[in-house]
C-alpha cells in the first residue's frame, strides 16, 4: 500500500490478483501504519475467495518479491566485482594445484621436467617436448587456467576503482575487491567497524583467539598492503589499525556517496610514516619498537 492509499486499503487494492508483477511490486513497496485484518479485507474487496486463497497468493507474491530483491542485487556492481575476484583466486588455486601434479606425471616421462604453471606453459607450447596426449592436455588446461586468472585480475582492476573509488586507491584493487568479497558486499563492509575491517581474512585465528587457543590476530588480508607489510614487526599492529580504519572510512563513502576523497590517502600516508619513525628512533637509540 502507498501513502496515497485509504487507510482500510491493503497491499492489494486495486490490483489483479493474476498480475504477479504488480502484486510483487505492492509488497516490496508499499507499507501501512498499523496492523489490521488484512485476509477479512481482501474478501470485502474480492481479491480472495477466502483466508486460504489470500494466503496463497500473498505467499506467491512475496516469493516473488524476494526473488526479484536477489536477482537485482546480484547484478549490482560490487557482486560482479565479488564473482570476479572469488574466481579469479580459484583459477589461480586450481592452476596451481594442477601444475604440481603435472610436474609428477611428465618427470616419469620428461628427463627435464620442470614445475610450476610456466613449465605447464612450456609443455603446452612445444608439441614435441613430451609424446603423451594425457599429458599435453593437462598442461594446456592448466596454461587456460591461468590465462583465465590473468584475464580475471585486469578485469578486477580495470572495475574496482569504478565501483569502490577511495577504497581502490586506498588498497589497490585487488586488495579491494578481496575487501568487498569477504564482507559479502560494499554495503556490508561499510557497515563494518574498523576493527572488524583489520582482521577480515583471519576468522581462522580469531576463532581460535576466541576459544583461547591464540593470541589475538593482529591483522588479516590487510596485511598485503605495503604499509602493513613494509612495517617493522613491533610497529605492525598500529599500522594494521590505522590502514583499517581508513579502509573503513573509505568504503562508507564510497557505498554512500561515492564522492572521491584523495585526502584519505594523503592522511594514512602520514600516519604510516609516524608509526614507521617510531622503529627507525628506536633502532637508532639501541631501544627498538613498543611491541605492539
Known amino acids: 500500500m502507498t501513502e496515497d492509499s485509504p487507510a482500510d486499503a491493503g497491499w492489494f487494492a486495486g ?38 486463497e489470500y494466503y496463497d497468493r500473498l505467499e506467491a507474491a512475496t516469493t516473488a518479491a524476494t526473488r526479484e530483491a536477489v536477482e537485482r542485487a546480484e547484478r549490482a556492481d560490487d557482486r560482479q566485482l565479488v564473482h570476479a575476484v572469488r574466481t579469479m583466486d580459484d583459477c589461480t588455486r586450481t592452476a596451481n594445484e594442477l601444475a604440481e601434479r603435472l610436474a609428477e606425471w611428465a618427470g616419469t616421462i620428461d628427463p627435464d621436467a620442470g614445475a610450476g604453471v610456466d613449465y605447464a606453459r612450456e609443455l603446452a607450447g612445444d608439441e614435441g617436448r613430451v609424446d603423451h596426449p594425457r599429458v599435453r592436455s593437462l598442461a594446456e588446461r592448466i596454461a587456460a587456467l591461468a590465462d583465465e586468472a590473468e ?29 568487498i568479497s569477504l564482507a559479502g558486499g560494499l554495503e556490508n563492509l561499510a557497515k563494518k567497524p574498523s576493527g572488524t575491517v583489520q582482521v577480515l581474512g583471519a576468522e581462522d585465528a580469531l576463532f581460535a583467539h576466541l576459544r ?7 591483522h588479516g588480508i590487510i596485511y598485503t598492503h605495503d604499509a602493513v607489510r613494509g612495517t617493522h614487526p613491533d610497529e605492525r599492529g598500529s599500522a594494521a589499525r590505522a590502514v583499517a580504519g581508513k579502509l573503513a572510512i573509505a568504503a562508507r563513502v564510497d557505498h554512500y556517496s561515492g564522492e572521491r576523497k584523495p585526502e584519505l590517502e594523503a592522511e594514512l600516508e602520514e600516519r604510516i610514516e609516524t608509526i614507521q619513525a617510531r622503529t627507525a628512533d628506536g633502532e637508532a637509540d639501541g631501544n627498538g619498537g613498543d611491541g605492539e
Not at 16 to 30: F, K, Q, R, T
Not at 212 to 218: E, N, R, T, Y
Open 15 to 52: 490490483l489483479d490478483p493474476e498480475d504477479g508483477e504488480a502484486l510483487a511490486a505492492s509488497i516490496a513497496d508499499g507499507s501501512a501504519p498499523e496492523p489490521a485484518d488484512w485476509p477479512a479485507r481482501a474478501v470485502e474487496t474480492g481479491f480472495a475467495s477466502d483466508d486460504e
Open 212 to 218: 583461547g587457543h591464540a593470541s589475538s590476530p593482529k
Open 151 to 179: 584475464d580475471l585480475r585486469e578485469f578486477v582492476e580495470r572495475e574496482t576503482p569504478t565501483v569502490a573509488p577511495n577504497l581502490a586507491a586506498l588498497a589497490g584493487p585487488v586488495l579491494a575487491a578481496r575487501l
